[in-house]
């Protein structure tokens, strides 16, 4: 079975700190890798996604990059947090193609203050 | 790109009554409509997804309908209960540039069941 793992679980940060999100996934290979943000009550906008490693594509430019290191590892960061960086970041993952189920982490809860 | 629209953004309904959630989407080239459960904290669960090749799915209490022609889906939650009550996305995807399996998700409706 496939399991997703999110760390850290939450975060306290100071507007101007460095952030850093990841994201493994188990039990799946090559599998298309995704970050999505929520804002507090707020839908799911997709950041970034990856189809391989060491690719990823930005889909919104919001002060952050992600990376694929390996396989079934993605992280998210930025060198400078911002107000507007708090929220729900949930890392995804797919099967390649078209039309496939999007699995959730269980999500990194960011204030920054 | 897609927009997804769903309505209501909020439902409160009695229990053991059913709840309806209807979504609208511009890309007639979507063809992955899926439904997602979200608890106060949680991350999202999918409850239940259709494909553009069917009209209705039913799942026990649930049931969602797609009318590719007016690109309008919806989800009906039969006999609701209490446990019902959270945050539901309706999401829609079509095939991106670059693989990305985008999935572009609604506003979100929540539900509270009133016991």
């Known amino acids: 079975a496939q399991t997703i793992h999110q760390w850290p679980v939450a975060e306290i940060k100071a507007v101007g700190s460095p952030l850093s999100l990841g994201c493994t996934i188990k039990g799946k290979s090559s599998p298309n890798l995704y970050w999505y943000w929520q804002a507090t009550g707020g839908t799911l906008q997709q950041l970034f996604y990856?189809?391989?490693?060491?690719?990823v594509e930005s889909v919104v430019q919001l002060n952050l990059s992600a990376s694929r290191p390996k396989d079934d590892q993605f992280i998210l960061s930025t060198e400078k947090l911002l107000l507007s960086h708090s929220g729900f970041y949930l890392c995804a993952w797919s099967l390649q193609g078209a039309g496939n189920t999007l699995y959730f982490g269980e999500g990194s809860r960011l204030i920054v203050v | 790109g897609e927009q997804v629209e769903q309505l209501p953004s909020i439902l409160r309904v009695q229990e053991r009554s059913s709840a309806s959630i209807n979504c609208t989407y511009e890309n007639s080239a979507s063809n992955y409509f899926p439904w997602y459960k979200q608890e106060p904290g949680e991350n999202p669960k999918l409850i239940i997804d259709i494909r553009s090749n069917m009209e209705r799915k039913q799942i026990q209490g649930l049931i969602v309908l797609l009318d590719k022609k007016a690109k309008r889906f919806s989800l009906h939650i039969t006999d609701t209960q209490p446990a019902d009550s959270a945050m539901y996305f309706c999401a829609a995807s079509a095939w991106a540039t670059g693989g990305n399996n985008k999935l572009t998700f609604g506003q979100g409706t929540v539900l509270s069941v009133i016991p």
């Open positions: 990856s189809i391989t490693v060491g690719q």
